[in-house]
């Protein structure tokens, strides 16, 4: 992720820094920074719940197994039938 993934974030937060209206531009590009810290905080919550409730040896897949379940589960969302 590293170079291409800060890469993305930025311009992503010069482009919404563009279309969002004036009134609204702090309030959306906040969102959108404050998501990362926010999902990092959640990730770390299931990461810790998953390792003390399951086999350490099974926790780990669990965590992969969520992160699949739920990509899945977005895009079918998003794509029309």
Avoid: N, Y
């Amino acid at each position: 992720m590293g170079l291409g993934f800060g890469g993305e974030w930025a311009a992503a937060a010069v482009l919404i820094g563009e279309v969002i209206r004036p009134e609204h531009r702090g309030k959306a590009v906040g969102a959108m920074q404050s998501g990362w810290a926010i999902g990092w905080g959640i990730a770390a919550l299931l990461a810790t719940w998953f390792f003390s409730a399951l086999p350490a040896d099974t926790a780990w897949r669990a965590c992969l197994g969520g992160l699949d379940a739920g990509g899945a589960r977005i895009l079918r969302a998003a794509l029309r039938r």
